[in-house]
């Protein structure tokens, strides 16, 4: 059972968050107490007395709110949220019972001792945070043993609750809405930055946040990326399928200055975050007018392989399973150069879990033997890239379920023309 760590908010709570905060939408309790419980099992199994949580990621997972705080999750008992700023605000959004004001990281240490804390081994982010910020825990807390709890972390939230699926489906509709404009906007010289910027105003105006999250050093990416003919061939230091030359050599990916012409392809990847903070990964190819015959099969072999991946994917599945699968695929038609990136560029993998974040577990890698398991979402993104010419491709979301997979973005296919 989870452990009793959140309250029910008050008629006099309720109250002021309509005051205050009457259009944002708070993870619910039950949500809250959930997913603290399934971490305190991955503590307890690792003999952690408890985990000490700064990321703002993770405190919005685990807490409801992402104001500048510390978690402290013990592997059983209740949780302590220490708020810094805004500690006000901390209060409206989590529903958690045991919250305290904070002025200073120094002060972390004595408010935990005083909630009878004093951990002998202690687990931080130790993946993301920086190096600085693990020598500063270091001094506050010298008699512990730090410890990583990046992947126990990693591996609760991977697992999606209904009502986090349902976030991602409302997501989802905000993509659809970009999807049908598309056809409408896309037009011969416009620059790809003018579509990006048109498509975004229908994402924003729906609710899309601003930022899509990812982990790591120096990870990072806009919401849309339009890449119209040799422009989706354009590599670049982006962990993904596709580069685009970006307005500027300090980005270096994504849209550009490049004016669209008749008869090439633009390929769209809408990572959009939305309902709730949760992302849904689409990615759509349109054609301007009519692309060349090679091209258009290329697309279409892209569509059958993620159907076929889609209908195969199961629990128990190693996830490098999915990988292999696509890459025979691609290589029984004579295409496996251009799949996945071209030669040297491809790359290792031909989807990702999603969430909060962009790149969650699983990633559908080479190698990687975990297996699928109920509750995880992933995006499929089978696409060929063609130097020269442009990249033809298709991505959607899916829910790993008992007996295979569920579509979380039920947009309209095939190859889409604009003209």
Known sequence: MPVEVVTAPTGEKVKERREMLPHLQFTPPEEISGRIARLQEKLAAQDVEGALLIRDVNLYYFAGTIQRSYLYIPAA?????????????????????????????????????????????????????PAALFFSYQKLFPRARIVDASQAIKQVRMLKSPYELQCIRETAQVIAAMVSAARTVLRPGMTELEASAALYEVARVRGEQGRVRMAGLNRYVVPIHVLAGPSGGVPSFFEGLTGGEGPNPAIAAGSGFR???????????????????????????????????DLEQAYYLAEEIEAELAAVARPGMPASELYRLSVERARRTGLEDYYLGYLEEQVKFVGHGIGLELDELPALAHGNQMELE??????????FVFPGRGAVGIE??????????ELLTPIEKGLLRCL
């Open 77 to 129: 008992g209740r949780p302590l949220l220490m708020a810094q700023k805004s500690y006000g605000r901390a209060c409206l959004e989590t529903p958690m019972a045991g919250i305290v004001q904070v002025k200073s990281p120094k002060e972390v240490p004595q408010v935990m001792a005083d909630h009878g804390f004093a951990p002998g081994v202690l687990a931080l982010e130790l993946e993301e945070i």
């Open 259 to 293: 004016r669209m012409q008749a008869g090439e392809p633009v390929y769209i990847d809408f990572a959009v975050a939305a309902a709730g903070g949760y992302i849904a990964d689409v990615t759509r190819t349109f054609g301007l007018g009519a692309i060349d015959p």
């Open 374 to 383: 109920p509750g995880m979402v992933i995006a499929l993104e089978p696409t």
């Open 396 to 405: 959607d979301s899916y829910v790993v379920t008992d007996r295979g997979t």
